[in-house]
Structures are given as C-alpha cells and as structure tokens.
C-alpha cells in the first residue's frame, strides 16, 4: 500500500478484510455479518471505556464526507488546528545539511542522547526559560508534547487520580483512560468516573474555581488553553501553585502555545515562585515553529519534584525516556537548533505575528455577526460562543452554509457546549474568504 493511502485511510472499526472461521465463536457485531477469524488476545479493557473517535480523527471524516458531497466548494478548514505556512528556509537547510552529512563518512551520526542533544537542551533552557532558573540537564527533547504526554502517563500509571480543566485538549483525558486511570464514560454528564473536571468558563474568567476543586494527584493544566486560547494571569497560577503545593499533588503543565503570548501572562508555569517542587512542563515545536509534521518537542522534570517518598521525579522520567523513546531524530534537532538561533527565531515570530493576525480577521467576522468571541489574544484559536445552541449543530450548520470545518466544543469537554473553536492557522487569502463567508452567513 502506497504511504499516501495509509496516510489518508479512515480507520472504520472492525472494517477487517474477512478471513476463514476458527474453531471457536467469532463474535458478531451489528450488522450481524461475522468479523472473521479473531485471535484469542482480549481488548484492552480501558480502550474499550474510550468513547468513539479520538475528536480530529471523527472531524476528519465529516470534512471528508462533506468534501464528497460538495467537491466545487472549496472547503476552508479551521478545524484541526495544523499549521499551514512554510518553515523559514534558515531551519529547513540545517535539516538538509544534518541529512547529507549523515551521507558522510565524517558527518554519519548514530544514536544521540536519550535525553537530547546537549546543545539544543542548553538553547531551550537558555530561550524559554533563562530567568526561571532550568537548567539544560531538566529539559528532556522528544518527538513532540503529545508524545510526552503518553510517557508521563506511563511514568504515572494507573493508580493516580487526574483533574483537567473542562474544556481541555482531549489527549490528557483520553490518555488517562488508557493508562487506567479512569472510570466508565457517564452519558448523562458527557464525563468520565474518577477524573476531575475544573470547568473553565466565561463564568469564572476561564480558569477553575480552586477552593471548589476536589484534591488530585495530577492536575492538567493548558495555557494559553487549547480550545478556549485563555492564557492564564499570573496571579491565577500563583494560586495554582499554591493549590498543588497544599494537595501535595504535580501540575503537568502545558505551554505547547506560550510563544502566542502577546501580554503580561505567564509564559511558563516556572516563572511562579515554587512551581519547581510541583510541576512539570510539557511544550512544542509545533505550533510555534510548524513542526506539527516534524515533530519536536521537550519536558522540564525539575530536579526539586520529588514523590512520596523523596525520590526524585526526574530520575524515573529519565528511565522512561531511556526504555520507551531512545530520543529524538538528530535530524529534527538540527533543525531545532536552527529554530533557537537569533535569526531562525525572529523568522518564526514573523509566521506566529502571520496567524495572529489571522486571528484578529476571525474574530472580527464572528464579532460583526454579533458573536461574542473569547481567544485569539494570546494563541491560535478563537472559543466562539453561541448560548442555548448545541455544539455538534453550530459545526454543521458552519460546514453546511460556509463550507468552513471548525471544531464543536464539546468535543473538549461537556464545558465546551454552545461553542466552537476556530483555528487561525491558514493561508491569509483563505482566511479573509472564511471572514466573508462568515459574514454572509445570517443575512
Ligand atoms: C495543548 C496541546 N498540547 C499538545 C499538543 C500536541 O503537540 P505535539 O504536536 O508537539 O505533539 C497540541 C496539539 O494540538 C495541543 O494543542
């Protein structure tokens, strides 16, 4: 099979090409059509607890099917959140050189650190975090945030119990379910059992009404915040701080958007006084240097995390890293490098200042059609509310009259219900045909 159609596949549940029976009961499902031969492996219960698609995957498959339907349209996807404009060419000729080199008998490079190239941890210790005291041996590179999110679920394991903020990016939730870490999924509240959602609102500036949030042993928390894009003030992280350090509980804290930061906010959760007894940092290249295809990514693990029983955190953080990933693609971290040198990161300031600008076009189009539009200040995505409307209806009802795919906000969360989210990612021309679009979308 050509990597293109692996790439483009919709994965159909039990879509399984036929195979002879066995000798003992193949199961049936719906359709009543048996599957084929099944091997005697039982699922894995907690993959089975997961509900339907995983969010982009399903939105996938409706722009897909709408893209069917309507193929003169010209479809203006706002969903996914995946970036869209090249990588400055000072980032995409370190990788090229790296690759070449490595074609060299002086050049050719095998296995690099676990942990990451020394001086690529040394330039994200030095650009994102030098008046906040991380040292280079705390930042461990990866293949990405959503990657070290599913590690620092295995460094967990099962028996943690876990808070998000409601409405969250989806991988912190469904990773915990699959880790075990979870419950049943409850229909009648859109939630999962044993894990803590701190709605996050218009009602409460969009960030948790702490002295009402029961105690956790890990508390997820995003900022700028994907979907809502509210970046967190620097007094409600205090209070944050505070939260964990009294609960005893580690905030994973998620800054994959902090170089959208356009005011005051914190853009790291160690630029709080005491954060590095209580939190680990999980960030990206993507967003902020259009790595999403790329893929880097890294972890601070500071060295005062310790457990229970004073072990430190970041040792067993290591030995995951060790047993499960074996480091980043040298390649990758070439072109990492390049992306910290002073003129590779001012390049990439002038594509983030692109989609802001993007940004500020959506929000007027929603703003003109009297809509009230939280985001887009301070990150790539606008939380676009329509009180008393389902979220599921206001996408299809996007889709259907402006050929425009945004996300439903339920899909992060029952506490994203009457919104949706828009990306600002996109090719300007697009984006000022969406504004227009959108415009003509109630008259
Ligand atoms: C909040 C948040 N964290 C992590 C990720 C995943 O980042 P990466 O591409 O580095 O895996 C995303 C991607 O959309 C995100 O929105």
Same mark, same amino acid.
């Given at each position: 099979?050509?990597?293109?159609?692996?790439?483009?596949?919709?994965?159909?549940?039990?879509?399984?090409?036929?195979?002879? /029976?066995?000798?003992?009961?193949?199961? /049936?499902?719906?359709?009543?059509?048996?599957?084929?031969?099944?091997?005697?492996?039982?699922?894995?219960?907690?993959?089975?607890?997961?509900?339907?698609?995983y969010?982009?995957p399903?939105?996938?498959?409706?722009?897909f099917?709408h893209?069917?339907?309507?193929?003169?349209?010209?479809?203006?996807r706002?969903g &996914?959140?995946?970036?869209?404009? #090249?990588?400055?060419?000072? @980032?995409?000729?370190a990788?090229?050189?790296?690759?070449?080199?490595?074609?060299? &008998?002086?050049?050719?490079? !095998?296995?690099?650190?676990?942990?990451?190239?020394?001086?690529?941890?040394?330039a994200?210790?030095?650009?994102?975090?030098?008046?906040?005291?991380?040292?280079?041996?705390?930042?461990?590179?990866?293949?990405?945030?959503?990657?070290?999110?599913s590690?620092?679920?295995?460094l967990?394991?099962p028996?943690?119990?876990?808070?998000? %903020?409601?409405?969250?990016?989806?991988?912190?939730?469904?990773?915990?379910?699959?880790?075990?870490?979870?419950?049943?999924?409850?229909?009648?509240?859109?939630?999962?059992?044993?894990?803590?959602?701190?709605?996050?609102?218009?009602?409460?500036? *969009?960030?948790?009404?702490?002295?009402?949030?029961?105690?956790?042993?890990?508390?997820?928390?995003?900022?700028?915040?994907?979907?809502?894009?509210?970046?967190a003030?620097?007094?409600?992280? /205090?209070?944050? &701080?505070?939260?964990?350090?009294?609960?005893?509980?580690?905030?994973?804290?998620d800054?994959?958007?902090?170089?959208? @930061?356009?005011?005051?906010?914190?853009?790291?959760?160690?630029?709080? #006084?005491?954060?590095?007894?209580?939190?680990?940092?999980?960030?990206?290249?993507?967003?902020?240097?259009?790595?999403?295809?790329?893929r880097?990514g890294?972890?601070?693990?500071?060295?005062?995390?310790?457990?229970?029983n004073? *072990?430190?955190? @970041?040792?067993?953080?290591?030995?995951?890293?060790?047993?499960?990933?074996?480091?980043?693609?040298? &390649?990758?971290?070439? !072109?990492?490098?390049?992306?910290?040198s002073?003129? !590779?990161?001012?390049?990439? @300031?002038?594509v983030?200042?692109?989609?802001?600008?993007n940004?500020?076009?959506?929000?007027?189009?929603?703003?003109?059609?009297?809509?009230?539009v939280?985001?887009?200040?301070?990150a790539?995505?606008?939380?676009?509310?329509f009180?008393?409307?389902?979220?599921?209806?206001?996408?299809?009802?996007?889709?259907? /009259?402006?050929?425009?795919?945004?996300?439903?906000?339920?899909?992060?969360? #029952?506490? !994203?219900?009457?919104?949706?989210?828009?990306?600002? *990612?996109? %090719?300007?021309?697009?984006?000022?045909?969406?504004?227009r679009?959108?415009?003509?979308?109630?008259?």
């Open positions: 099979m050509q990597y293109s159609q692996l790439s483009t596949r919709i994965c159909v549940p039990y879509a399984v090409s036929l195979q002879p /029976k066995t000798t003992w009961n193949s199961p /049936k499902f719906n359709n009543e059509k048996s599957v084929g031969h099944c091997t005697r492996v039982p699922r894995n219960v907690n993959m089975e607890k997961l509900q339907s698609g969010l982009f399903e939105i996938c498959m409706r722009e099917e893209s069917q339907k309507y193929p003169q349209a010209g479809l203006i706002l &996914v959140g995946d970036t869209t404009e #090249p990588i400055p060419d000072i @980032i995409t000729s990788m090229a050189e790296h690759a070449h080199a490595l074609s060299t &008998v002086q050049g050719y490079r !095998g296995y690099g650190a676990e942990q990451g190239n020394m001086a690529l941890r040394k994200i210790a030095e650009t994102f975090y030098r008046d906040v005291g991380v040292k280079a041996d705390e930042v461990f590179v990866s293949d990405g945030a959503q990657c070290d999110i590690r620092l679920q295995m967990m394991g028996n943690v119990s876990v808070a998000v %903020q409601d409405p969250s990016f989806p991988g912190y939730i469904d990773s915990s379910v699959i880790v075990g870490q979870s419950g049943m999924f409850q229909d009648e509240n859109g939630k999962y059992e044993n894990i803590v959602y701190m709605k996050c609102g218009r009602e409460n500036n *969009f960030f948790p009404d702490l002295s009402n949030t029961s105690r956790t042993d890990i508390i997820f928390f995003c900022s700028p915040n994907n979907p809502t894009g509210y970046a003030s620097r007094q409600q992280l /205090k209070q944050l &701080v505070e939260f964990a350090k009294a609960n005893g509980s580690i905030i994973v804290y800054s994959a958007y902090a170089t959208y @930061i356009s005011d005051e906010s914190p853009r790291s959760i160690f630029e709080i #006084p005491g954060a590095k007894e209580v939190a680990i940092e999980v960030s990206s290249f993507s967003k902020f240097a259009g790595f999403t295809g790329v880097l890294w972890t601070v693990v500071p060295e005062e995390l310790l457990y229970l004073g *072990f430190p955190v @970041i040792k067993d953080y290591n030995r995951i890293v060790c047993t499960c990933f074996n480091g980043a693609s040298s &390649v990758v971290q070439a !072109g990492g490098l390049a992306c910290l002073k003129d !590779g990161y001012r390049a990439l @300031i002038a983030v200042d692109y989609y802001m600008g940004a500020g076009i959506i929000a007027d189009a929603f703003t003109s059609l009297g809509r009230k939280y985001g887009g200040k301070n790539p995505y606008l939380w676009v509310h009180p008393g409307m389902s979220s599921w209806d206001i996408f299809s009802e996007i889709l259907e /009259k402006t050929h425009i795919v945004t996300v439903p906000g339920r899909g992060f969360g #029952p506490g !994203g219900e009457e919104y949706i989210r828009v990306s600002a *990612f996109g %090719q300007r021309e697009r984006i000022l045909e969406a504004s679009r959108l415009k003509n979308l109630y008259k």
